[in-house]
């Protein structure tokens, strides 16, 4: 037997070929992403090193937020063993653009850079700052997308905003360190570090020296509050803490594999199945030799095991060089991961590749193998393959019943039941989706005549005999037409629901974005504080081309809920520290229950979900901690929607001030006075900002369209990568054609001498795969939409739904096109096969 099935592989060498392509994209997929995030992981591990191998000890405060007192310095290098020591500052320091305000969505962050055996800086290009007072370094990135090159001259803000002009005399890599990479870097000499940032203690003290005696005594002189690490230890830390957006990229990247990997399945068992029934009269002629069912059974086995460990090592080695690609683009598009690691293959990712293309592949043909054994030695006799017949039983259709009523139930439950904004009811409505698409899979040979029908009506009107030929054909084998289709069925199911997803999102969030920013531009600084001059909001009042300026002021303090009042609650949140504000202008932010319409002082409004994390509904009472007035206790009035654009309390403006002073506005929204040109508005706006520098303004178009650019490249990420299941679906209609071209070699023979041309015939395949295409896009996009909307119901509070119409007619069309595309070089074969010969075929 091992002889024979090696010997039929050798004699139909392109027959598993499809097959082999499908488990081949699979592993390959799968293979790819180890490779890319294990060498970007040893990248990172290696940067890691280059960066901390300089350090003998590092002393970190316990708490990130907190510094180490400037004392501990001298200590540290007075105590026996310290070759050196150097403290690390860090502190906020805006760069200015060349149209004069800060830069970036966070104000820039100043770091001192030393010189030494402690230096831990890479420089790119230039030198560091050396002693010169006047001259700095910037990170890369910054750099590039100021446009700024070694010799230019920049300005910096100090920590009182009073700006500081430097010579760029270097270009740095700010390597591992994430909150570098978000806010850009400017690098100075520790003296100008501490006078720009006004730092009153050090991010890091560096130590030379090591040995376990010294890191006794260095923790021992910097006591609770602070954590030493060895170099190799902070190498360690940095390197886990750049690789956990590297652990969630591997887990992304490898569910797309995983959905590759479940479609090559169901074109492996098609494949196997088809060919099983096509080999019939040989099982049955080898039973009929001696054979036993074990042997029939094990050479299936072992022939898909043979294309599952070629198919595999195939996948690998196209991984290899997918993952080489990858790193190739990241590379040339300057992305910040370190690309520069040698690229390899594990042992892990071998041994993962090869085991998970043999378990696809074996488990995929084991059904099918089984089916091989029940073959009887009579059937040897016969000179036509038995047409399969279908029946559908009731067991069917009672667990079909039951998987569909928990399936559309469990989502159901999570959409509309459960609260939204959390991940439970997200992956409950994923549970549900699972099980309904179980009901599917088993009332897929049930749906496929009816569809076929229902999907084929036109195609049989357009194209005559060759129409309804194949519309027939298509639903003939029921058994085979829904495996064959549901490959396809999961990747238009999760395309669609991407799309249902992205563009709900986008009608959703822009409604939201309306109602927080219900204004034409925004006033404000990089941070949260109040730091907008009054000033600007009364020259904005005065300009003749705006419509309405609201000032909102806000600043931080601790508040309890007392549980006195009709419906107070105890208090969850009691002495947290939260946003207390008040606002001056036309708002009419969205109330969820209570009135705000006359603020009185001794009263608050109070944004939704802190309502619920205190406790609180209208008649209830909260303590709040005032600058100037001690604690007040004050009343809930109002309950705000979350996504109010006002603070979490809200106060009226003349309590606030005697509560907290006269503070400046923490950011100002103005609206244009129709009729007013949208440029000449925003020379108004800009003009009345123009002397602050910290103050920028910002369009409602411009965050609108940022949040457009997000959505839209995430689109087509996704898309991108479950193309590649769409791709492996296509394959299985090519193969399961091809197969079927073969199994039907007779028939189309006697259908050619009956009359029907070699065009008809090519015609009538390609209809056949287009109605298969159809079927499986039409049941994805039903389950696409579906589910789409239970997600968005689970993920949002209030969300819309929006239904892409444009984009799912355009899949459904491509995955028309595409099936017929896939029955090219079948119906070429069929059309080109001898009449005599293949009528003489048995």
Same mark, same amino acid.
């Given at each position: ?218 923790? +021992?002189?910097? =006591?609770? @509050?602070?954590? /030493?690490?060895? %170099? &190799?230890? *902070?190498?360690?830390?940095? $390197? #886990? ?110 041994? +993962?590749?090869? =085991?998970? @293309?043999?378990? /696809?592949?074996? %488990? &995929?043909? *084991?059904?099918?193998?089984? $089916? #091989? ?118 990747? /238009? ?9 992205? $563009? ?119 303590? /709040? ?218």
């Amino acid at each position: 037997m091992l002889r024979t099935t090696l010997a039929g592989l050798r004699a139909h060498k392109l027959r598993l070929l499809l097959t082999s392509l499908a488990i081949t994209l699979g592993v390959g997929f799968i293979a790819g992403t180890f490779v890319l995030t294990d060498t970007i992981k040893a990248g990172l591990s290696q940067q890691a090193t280059a960066e901390a191998d300089k350090v003998g000890l590092a002393v970190l405060p316990e708490d990130s937020e907190a510094v180490l007192p400037e004392r501990l310095l001298d200590q540290m290098r007075g105590l026996s063993g310290v070759l050196e020591a150097q403290g690390l500052i860090r502190g906020s320091a805006p760069l200015l653009g060349k149209d004069g305000k800060v830069v970036g969505n966070a104000p820039t962050t100043a770091v001192s850079i030393v010189t030494g055996r402690l230096d831990r800086t890479t420089m790119i290009s230039g030198t560091g700052p050396g002693s010169d007072d006047q001259v700095a370094v910037l990170d890369k990135n910054t750099a590039k997308a100021q446009g700024l090159k070694l010799g230019d001259t920049i300005t910096v803000l100090d920590s009182r905003h009073r700006e500081q002009r430097f010579r760029l005399v270097g270009i740095m890599d700010t390597g591992l360190d994430q909150t570098l990479a978000y806010t850009g870097a400017v690098g100075f000499t520790p003296a100008t570090a501490q006078r720009m940032t006004s730092a009153k203690g050090f991010a890091e003290i560096d130590i030379a020296g090591d040995g376990a005696e010294l890191k006794q005594a260095v923790a +021992s002189a910097a =006591g609770a @509050g602070a954590v /030493v690490k060895t %170099g &190799a230890e *902070l190498a360690k830390s940095l $390197a #886990a803490e750049s690789g956990i957006q590297m652990e969630s990229l591997t887990i992304g990247l490898l569910l797309f594999g995983l959905v590759a990997m479940m479609v090559a399945a169901l074109v492996i068992y098609n494949t196997f199945n088809i060919l099983v029934a096509q080999r019939a009269r040989e099982m049955a002629l080898l039973r009929c030799i001696g054979a036993t069912r074990g042997q029939v059974f094990g050479s299936i086995v072992l022939e898909s095991t043979a294309v599952g460990l070629l198919s595999s090592v195939l996948g690998l080695l196209v991984g290899y060089g997918l993952g080489a690609a990858t790193l190739a683009v990241l590379g040339a598009l300057d992305a910040p991961l370190p690309t520069n690691a040698a690229i390899a293959l594990t042992p892990v990712t071998m041994l +993962s590749g090869l =085991g998970l @293309g043999l378990l /696809v592949t074996v %488990g &995929a043909a *084991l059904l099918p193998a089984r $089916a #091989a054994t029940r073959v009887a030695p009579i059937a040897a006799l016969r000179t036509q393959v038995e047409e399969q017949t279908f029946r559908t039983g009731v067991v069917r259709v009672v667990l079909a019943a039951l998987f569909l009523v928990a399936g559309l139930g469990t989502a159901g439950y999570g959409a509309l039941v459960m609260e939204p904004g959390q991940m439970v009811p997200l992956f409950v409505v994923m549970g549900g989706g699972a099980l309904t698409f179980l009901a599917v899979l088993i009332l897929g040979p049930v749906l496929v005549k009816p569809l076929s029908a229902l999907v084929g009506w036109i195609p049989a009107r357009l194209f005559g005999v060759p129409g309804r030929l194949a519309v027939d054909n298509s639903g003939r084998n029921p058994r085979r037409a829904a495996t064959t289709t549901v490959a396809l069925t999961i990747g /238009v199911t999760l395309m669609t629901l991407i799309s249902v997803i992205t $563009a709900s999102t986008r009608v959703t969030m822009t409604a939201k974005l309306d109602n927080q920013f219900p204004i034409d531009y925004l006033v404000a600084t990089q941070e949260r504080d109040a730091a907008v001059p009054r000033s600007v909001a009364d020259a904005l009042r005065r300009s003749p081309e705006l419509s309405s300026v609201v000032q909102i002021r806000a600043t931080k303090a601790k508040v309890s809920g007392s549980g006195s009042g009709s419906g107070s609650g105890s208090g969850s949140g009691s002495g947290d520290s939260v946003r207390v504000g008040t606002f001056s202008g036309p708002l009419k932010p969205e109330v969820r229950s209570g009135s705000m319409d006359r603020l009185a002082p001794g009263q608050v409004a109070v944004a939704d979900p802190a309502a619920k994390q205190f406790g609180l509904r209208v008649g209830g009472t909260v303590a /709040v901690r005032t600058a100037k007035a001690g604690t007040v206790t004050l009343r809930v009035v109002a309950i705000l929607a979350g996504d109010s654009s006002l603070p979490t309390f809200t106060v009226a403006e003349r309590p606030f001030e005697e509560y907290f002073g006269q503070l400046p506005d923490t950011r100002v929204m103005v609206n244009i006075k129709d009729g007013v040109p949208p440029a000449q508005a925003r020379k108004v706006v800009d003009a009345a900002t123009a002397a602050y520098p910290m103050v920028k303004v910002t369009s409602a178009t411009e965050v609108r369209g940022q949040f457009d650019d997000t959505l839209d490249m995430l689109l087509m990420i996704i898309t991108g990568l479950l193309g590649l299941a769409i791709l492996i679906s296509l394959l299985g209609i090519a193969n399961t054609l091809s197969l079927s071209v073969h199994e039907r070699t007779r028939e189309s023979a006697l259908l050619r001498a009956l009359g029907l041309t070699r065009p008809q015939l090519r015609r009538m395949l390609s209809v056949e795969a287009l109605v298969l295409g159809l079927i499986g896009a039409l049941v994805g996009v039903v389950l696409g939409g579906v589910f789409g909307w239970a997600a968005m119901r689970a993920m949002i509070d209030g969300a819309a739904f929006v239904v892409p119409v444009g984009q799912i007619a355009l899949f459904v069309v491509l995955s028309g096109l595409a099936g017929v595309l896939a029955a090219v070089l079948p119906a070429r074969r069929a059309a080109r096969a001898s009449i005599v010969g293949s009528l003489a075929t048995g």
